[in-house]
């Protein structure tokens, strides 16, 4: 056995260790997830009889055609040198590829996210080209949603630089050379400048705690988001949904209701197996909603959606209802309900990342050079002031 073909065992050894973390990347990663949907349905539209469950073989068959001057590097190469996207589709590949199970929807059912993989089995025929054409969308949706934070980053990335960049040079290089403080002296008798260098040596001792104090906050924030469903109920719905980022996740969740409802609906679903599905793969504080609309089974299905969580938009579908179906009842508000997602989301993202974090910025930094000016002045002979 030479050096390669060590190499590459030892590269299927840690492919087979890292199955697990390549599902979790796949499950988190929708533009991987929507590149396999597109492949399979142009397999699908291309195939003409043959079985989807050779998709597998046959897609990973034309990845290894690349790789032909070399075969025993295949591994090594696709570990190395292609994106983390397309080694983690390989692996997914690969791993469906070797499965026993002989159904393609069960086949994938770990590796893609519950919402997705519903849409998928819902499907009453053996052609699942609706279903694929659903989750694309879902898909493009979801990664939408990530580019639109990697903006918002990149976006606040200026004002957060120049934060540090002037406050680490105003900590570590001048207010030492002009701010004295005395052991002895207490917050009371200090002056502003020597007050801004005891709170920029304090908040240097503690950054750690207080930066993972903080990081436990936020979590806990958006953990409650998600999962506030048991107690203060009312409290939650009728004041704290109206402030983000409760009220932000509250329209998300809104639209999702709407949506998966009518996709699932698209799908063939009764409408009461519709709405269950959307409960079964929602997080606790939505399957509570969705909940509230399964548990009124004395009333017509649309009028089921007018609930205090939906709103408005439960107003328009009961309303709706008395003159179409469910399904087209939900498709008319879809529109509207997306693009007034958006628009609070970027509203929002205006307001925290634009105006506060620079008032929030540039106003610490005019907090700590206008003592020091005052501090340097005093220093000063009087002739020269």
């Known amino acids: 056995m030479d050096i390669l073909d060590v190499v590459a065992d030892f590269a299927n050894k840690l492919s087979n260790l890292g199955e697990a973390a390549s599902k979790d990347t796949i499950r988190k990663k929708p533009a991987i997830r929507k590149r396999f949907y597109m492949l399979v349905k142009d397999y699908l539209s291309s195939s003409g009889t043959k079985p989807l469950n050779d998709f597998f073989e046959w897609y990973i068959t034309q990845l290894d055609k690349r790789m032909e001057i070399a075969p025993q590097w295949q591994n090594v190469w696709y570990r190395l040198t292609r994106s983390k996207n397309s080694s983690n589709l390989r692996s997914f590949l690969e791993a469906c590829h070797r499965s026993d199970n002989p159904d393609f929807k069960e086949k994938i059912k770990d590796w893609i996210p519950q919402d997705e993989y519903m ?13 694929l054409l659903i989750v694309i969308d879902i898909c493009e949706e979801k990664e939408n949603t990530g580019k639109q934070a990697v903006k918002i980053f990149f976006a606040a990335l200026p004002s957060l630089v120049t934060a540090a960049a002037m406050h680490t040079v105003l900590y570590k290089f001048v ?21 801004v260098y005891f709170m920029y040596n304090w908040l240097s001792a503690y950054s750690i705690p207080l930066f993972i104090i903080l990081a436990i906050l936020t979590k806990l924030l958006f953990i409650s988001v998600r999962n ?12 704290i949904d109206c ?12 639209y999702n209701i709407v949506s998966l409802t009518y996709n699932y609906l698209r799908c063939g679903l009764s409408d009461f197996d519709a709405i269950s599905e959307v409960k079964n793969g929602s997080d606790k504080y939505t399957a509570y909603q969705v909940g509230k609309i399964t548990n009124q089974v004395n009333v017509k ?3 089921a959606f007018n609930t205090l969580f939906m709103g408005d938009y439960g107003c328009d579908i009961a309303e709706r209802g008395q003159y179409v179906n469910l399904q087209e009842s939900l498709k008319e508000l879809m529109g509207g309900m997306k693009e007034r997602y958006v628009e609070r989301v970027n509203v929002f993202n205006k307001i925290l990342f634009t105006y506060f974090l620079n008032i929030v910025v540039y106003g610490s930094i005019a907090a700590s050079i206008v003592p020091l000016i005052f501090a340097i002045g005093s220093m000063l002979p009087d002739k020269v002031l």
């Open 119 to 131: 849409i998928l089995a819902s499907q009453q025929k053996s052609d699942i080209t609706e279903g």
């Open 175 to 195: 207010y030492p050379v002009f701010v004295r403080i005395d052991a002895r002296d207490t917050w009371d008798i200090m002056n502003a400048g020597q007050k």
């Open 228 to 239: 506030w469903s048991k107690r203060g109920m009312f409290f939650r719905e009728n004041y």
């Open 243 to 254: 402030i983000p980022p409760y009220s932000l996740s509250k329209l998300k969740a809104q």
């Open 301 to 303: 299905t649309t009028d």
